[in-house]
């Protein structure tokens, strides 16, 4: 028997949750949680033999996402560009960097290094901003 | 240069960021959009939290889930350093749980209105309370200065060591000053805090 709201427009906010999860295989969190929003994600070169076996099962997000990245972009960046929420990216990008295609530079954390960052961080992001 | 980390050189570049906060509509984005060097980009992640509040009548509770977004921007440094600007996304009591968003900032620029200063005490009292340094950016893009620096600290409860620098957001030099008045601030503070370096 048809519900009476089946074949209604649905509105409902969870319905666009559905799409995103279906690239990552109806994953839902990424299985590695180092991945921070300014993590700088980079294309290993297209002549290591390992990274091209593990290319044919490349899904089209996994194929933009390694030729976006020959150039070091943030996850965030990443995110934008595909047009996909931060945490349904960071699983796209788990999975190339499991399968040895990107490699991934942590930003510095400033908790760790005792709250302040470093001062030559410090005067580097001076000397570039007053060239603004 | 002689970064930490610095034996990574060869691959990518080191990634920092600066967090804009304040309330709705104070120019946080209008700022990233003025000093980046690409137009603001836009991104959005799912929040999951827990349903209190007003709309938890039955006393209930659970999960929900709520798409936030946020506009950022890009400043290459150098070819070792890129700095992002993250605009925090106007529903405050999401972002405050994005430890991701948080976690591993240099520090904050909170813009205010004077004609709404207090759409902006939340992000001032959570970068306090989380130890966060920040400067106050005073937005005068409506060209209308009506208020003194001192009638807007004392409105702000604002720490004699935070600055507060007028400007209009709109404008790349003074989006840059705001910037540069953190990084002052983060260096003073840096100093004051620790005046005999140990390594």
Not at chain 1, 61 to 71: A, V
Not at chain 2, 1 to 16: K, Q, T
Not at chain 2, 68 to 92: C, H, K, M, S, W
Not at chain 2, 174 to 182: K, S
Request: proline content about 5%.
């Amino acid at each position: 028997m048809r519900h009476w709201t089946e074949g209604f427009e649905d509105e409902d906010a969870d319905e666009s949750l559905v799409r995103p999860y279906t690239i990552t295989g109806g994953r839902t969190a990424p299985e590695r949680d180092d991945l921070a929003l300014i993590t700088l994600v980079t294309t290993v070169s297209e002549a290591f033999p390992e990274a091209a076996r593990g290319r044919r099962r490349m899904q089209p997000e996994h194929r933009t996402i390694f030729t976006l990245c020959k150039r070091p972009l943030a996850v965030a960046e990443v995110a934008a560009a595909l047009n996909l929420p931060v945490s349904v990216t960071k699983i796209l990008i788990g999975d190339l960097i499991e399968s040895g295609q990107v490699l991934a530079r942590p930003p510095l954390s400033f908790a760790q290094a005792g709250g302040f960052p470093d001062m030559a961080i410090l005067e580097a992001v001076r000397d570039g901003l007053r060239e603004l | 240069m002689g970064y930490a980390n610095s034996d990574h050189a060869d691959a990518a570049p080191l990634a920092v960021k600066i967090l804009v906060a304040g309330g709705f509509g104070v120019g946080k984005t209008t700022l990233v959009g003025a000093v980046s060097e690409v137009a603001p980009l836009r991104t959005e992640e799912y929040l999951t939290h827990a349903s209190v509040g007003v709309d938890d009548l039955e006393g209930v509770g659970g999960k929900s889930t709520t798409t936030v977004a946020l506009d950022f921007g890009r400043i290459t440094i150098n070819r070792q350093l890129v700095l992002y600007l993250f605009g925090t996304p106007g529903q405050e009591r999401f972002w405050f749980m994005w430890n991701d968003l948080v976690n591993g900032a240099m520090g904050a620029v909170v813009l205010v209105d004077t004609r709404r200063l207090e759409v902006s005490f939340a992000s001032i009292d959570f970068f306090e309370s989380r130890g966060i340094p920040f400067v106050v950016g005073v937005n005068c893009f409506h060209g209308v200065r009506d208020r003194t620096r001192e009638e807007i600290r004392k409105a702000l409860d604002l720490d004699p060591q935070v600055p507060l620098v007028l400007g209009d957001a709109r404008d790349r030099a003074a989006g840059r000053d705001v910037l540069l008045a953190l990084i002052d601030h983060l260096m003073a503070t840096r100093s004051r805090t620790a005046p005999h370096p140990v390594a």
